[in-house]
């Protein structure tokens, strides 16, 4: 019943940072876990973050823990992902997705709704 819509993806230096916005709708958002994934070119579409209904706690991939940090706001429905010292290999397609069910949150089964992805590129 939810739908995400992803936002904010861009050009950015290494080393910069960038903002990634869901906007999620549906009455039920706020009994959905969320999470972003992405997908690099040639590679398969991997975990990136996650946050439960409660807003916390969240979960992170090793790649990227330290430096990204996911939020959700249930009132305004939204999911960001913001995004600091960025390296060249974050370059990839972010997708915002949403699940009831969580048991593993690198597995793409459990979440039943996806956003179109936003394209992220850290290049000179």
């Known amino acids: 019943q939810v739908k995400p819509v992803e936002s904010g993806g861009g050009l950015v230096q290494p080393g910069g940072s960038l903002r990634l916005s869901c906007a999620v709708s549906?009455?039920?958002?706020?009994?959905?876990?969320m999470a972003w994934f992405r997908e690099a070119p040639g590679k398969d579409r991997e975990f990136v973050a996650g946050i439960t209904w409660s807003t916390s706690p969240a979960y992170y991939a090793d790649s990227v823990k330290g430096r990204f940090t996911i939020s959700r706001d249930n009132a305004k429905k939204t999911v960001s992902l913001q995004m600091n010292s960025l390296k060249p290999e974050d370059t990839a397609v972010y997708f915002c997705a949403a699940g009831r069910r969580i048991t593993d949150w690198s597995t793409q089964r459990d979440f039943s709704s996806w956003g179109q992805g936003t394209q992220v590129t850290v290049s000179s």
């Open positions: 549906g009455r039920t958002f706020n009994d959905y876990a």
